[in-house]
């Protein structure tokens, strides 16, 4: 019934003189997870909240945390506003990374939602996909050349890790297939096609294959790009899911789950330890994994490059100077 072990980061790693990006990191594993970069001496650790009161509040925690103090006192913490479910927030956020940030070493997209009722977000999508998935495309797309750069100054890969799930394997593709030619954003924002128990399910699928296709575009010296499942972890993502659903959980979790802690490490070992092995990889409990049966099927071939596809078309509103890498 348990899940393996994460072993601890090793000693020797380290983020001296180093930047890191982590979306939605005023709690949970984001949270954690900013703690533990600057107990590895990251240089300067930027998180992501919508709600700015609740990200001063987190770069506050994270000042004060005791760990931090001792091994990192002088490391810079910075909250920078972000709101997924708006590719204006996006374009904003990117454009002060552009301005304030010289050198991206590692961004982890971590922040994410699942919710059970249909809902559009600020960009006219499927909330789910928005949050979770596009507009988090579009920022990776748009920093990739400070990404980039940054490799060729510390010569050494840059890195961004997106925290997938093995719930990928519950997507709706199979239920709703897509047609030949069919746009894959207009299908996902189809209400009458939506099914609230496989969304979450299906954004995560999407993750992986624009993790797969974009690792075919942007080379492993360059910038190493993954997705990874943090396994069960003692969090409440679930809080918006129905009773019945949430209890389940909450029994399972008692048994089953992950700290944050240790959850957290899956995101430490994905975008600093772990290698080019990684690249275009997705990862569970720290293990390259093929993913579902979906990736097999000859006729989902083309899936991830379909998908860039469309995403650059939808992009290209937002900012048409974003072109294909």
């Known amino acids: 019934m348990g899940q393996p072990r994460i072993p601890p980061t090793p000693t020797a790693t380290s983020l001296k003189g180093k930047t ?3 979306t939605g990191a005023n709690s949970g594993m984001g949270r954690e997870a900013a703690r533990q970069f600057l107990t590895l001496n990251a240089a300067r650790v930027i998180i992501t909240a919508r709600d700015d009161r609740k990200g001063y ?32 927030s996006g374009l904003e956020f990117c454009k002060r990374v552009e301005r304030e940030v010289p050198n991206l070493d590692v961004l982890v997209c971590n922040a994410g939602m699942s919710i059970m009722n249909y809902e559009l977000s600020k960009a006219g999508h499927e909330r789910i996909m928005q949050v979770n998935c596009y507009t988090h495309f579009f920022i990776v797309l748009k920093l990739l050349p400070l990404l ?22 519950m997507h709706g593709f199979s239920s709703v297939p897509l047609s030949a030619d069919e746009n ?26 624009f993790v797969r296709h974009l690792a075919t575009l942007v080379p492993d010296t360059d910038v190493i790009i993954n997705n990874f499942c ?6 409440e993502f679930d809080r918006h899911a129905p009773a019945l659903i949430r209890g389940v959980m909450y029994v399972y979790r008692k048994f089953a789950a992950r700290t944050v802690e240790e959850g957290s490490r899956t ?5 600093v ?7 275009g990889k997705f990862l569970a409990s720290n293990l390259v994994n093929a993913g579902p049966p979906f990736w097999k099927e000859q006729t989902n071939k083309r899936f991830p490059e379909r998908l860039y596809g469309d995403l650059l078309a939808d992009f290209i509103h937002v ?4 072109q294909s890498v």
């Open 20 to 22: 890191v990006i982590v």
């Open 267 to 271: 995101i430490i070992y994905a975008s």
């Open 230 to 235: 943090p396994g069960l972890v003692a969090t």
């Open 184 to 209: 894959i954003l207009e299908h996902l924002d189809d209400k009458k096609l939506y099914k609230s128990i496989n969304r979450y399910g299906d954004s995560k699928l999407v993750m992986n294959a």
């Open 319 to 322: 900012d048409s100077s974003l």
């Open 57 to 88: 509040e987190a770069v506050d925690a994270l000042r004060r945390d005791p760990e931090v103090l001792k091994s990192n006192p002088d490391a810079t913490i910075e909250l920078f506003h972000l709101d997924l479910d708006d590719y204006q």
């Open 148 to 169: 980039r750069k940054t490799a060729l100054n510390r010569n050494t890969p840059s890195r961004v890790s997106f925290v997938g799930s093995e719930m990928q394997k």
């Open 273 to 279: 330890v772990s290698g080019q092995e990684t690249h």
